[in-house]
């Protein structure tokens, strides 16, 4: 039996790490709407990492993939979505902090936490690594400095 419960849950977790995103309309910082499951549909690999301003470990990860992230898009042609999590006044503090620290990725507003309900995420930060065909092939939460080196190897 409990070898049963053991194959079953492996699979649910299988059947989970494996699944496309969900279809949530987010805006980015210019007001423009995104259908999130359109994201990873250009053959490339793709990452969605939640954020929030007042997060310190999440700011240590964007700074420390955004030292990689050239290389990464000309060895793969990855595409980084950062998706804020900020609520009422820390919104307006999105687009000074992505502009201030030069970073190149798209960046999409989550203030109703919309997507990240549906991704399942539950503390932040959390990055998701799709592969060329749309599938989630990592997610972790919490940042150690040094992972990104991590999500290097998901990108090939």
Not at 71 to 94: A, H
Request: glycine share 6%; hydrophobic share 40%; with cysteine.
């Amino acid at each position: 039996m409990k070898r049963l419960i053991s194959i079953c849950l492996i699979a649910l977790c299988a059947i989970s790490l494996h699944a496309t995103l969900p279809e949530v309309v987010l805006e980015d910082m210019d007001g423009n709407t995104v259908q999130t499951d359109k994201l990873a549909t250009t053959g490339k690999p793709v990452i969605i990492a939640f954020f929030a301003t007042w997060c310190k470990p999440c700011l240590r990860e964007l700074k420390a993939i955004d030292e990689l992230y050239d290389d990464w898009q000309e060895e793969t042609g990855v595409e980084m979505y950062i998706v804020s999590e900020d609520q009422g006044q820390d919104m307006k503090k999105v687009k000074p902090l992505v502009n201030g620290n030069d970073w190149d990725f798209h960046v999409l507003l989550d203030p109703n936490g919309e997507l990240k309900r549906a991704m399942n995420v539950q503390n932040i930060p959390h990055l998701f690594v799709i592969d060329s065909n749309g599938q989630t092939v990592y997610n972790h939460s919490g940042y150690v400095d040094g992972s990104e080196t991590e999500i290097r190897k998901y990108l090939k």
